[in-house]
């Protein structure tokens, strides 16, 4: 009888502490970042695609119409509340001369054409990728994300998450002026 009451008891116990540890663990990680990051695009080169404008939905677009020059291609959407956060950024950079191509991550056209509209278009061209097609080929995990891509077409960096001016100055900045230069050495240091 005295082993039943124990047995029934451990019984218990397992699953309080197996809750109390599941507890334990979500408090402990409670406003830390994710230190989770997917770079298996990286080296290589961005997908063949034909997407249409988000302008403009008659026009497709392909590889061939994007820049022969180092650039960033930028994952958004008007849904996407840190793509709002780092669109100033963005206006920023385009007004320095930094190339940007947009793509428009399953998004509804209209409400992207007016969010463009309203907050300004930082973009030499805007992809639509209503489905999430080219994202799923770049093993996107949400948006913002964005890509240096040299004037070859190959990815250098995949930054996951929103674009911040200490993420530019420290990380990204750095490395597409490496990969502007053809520097191999400095690429393989500074695009991580």
Request: hydrophobic share 40%; glycine share 6%.
């Amino acid at each position: 009888m005295v082993a039943k009451s124990k047995f029934k008891s451990i019984i218990f116990i397992i699953p309080l502490l197996i809750f109390l540890g599941v507890v334990l663990f979500l408090f402990l990680r409670v406003n830390k970042p994710a230190q989770i990051a997917i770079n298996t695009a990286t080296n290589q080169p961005l997908p063949a695609f034909e997407l249409a404008n988000l302008e403009d939905e008659k026009l497709m677009i392909n590889n061939g119409n994007l820049p022969n020059e180092a650039y960033l291609l930028n994952f958004w959407g008007s849904w996407c509340i840190a793509c709002s956060r780092e669109h100033p950024l963005l206006m920023s950079l385009k007004n320095d001369g930094i190339k940007i191509v947009g793509v428009n991550y399953k998004d509804a056209p209209e409400f992207a054409k007016q969010y463009l509209q309203d907050e300004g278009n930082p973009y030499l061209l805007n992809i639509k990728d209503e489905e999430g097609d080219l994202g799923m080929d770049l093993g996107l995990t949400g948006a913002p994300e964005t890509f240096v891509v040299d004037d070859k077409g190959v990815i250098k960096q995949h930054i996951v998450g929103e674009i911040t001016s200490e993420k530019w100055q420290t990380s990204i900045e750095p490395c597409l002026t490496a990969v502007q230069k053809r520097d191999e050495n400095q690429i393989a240091e500074l695009c991580q």
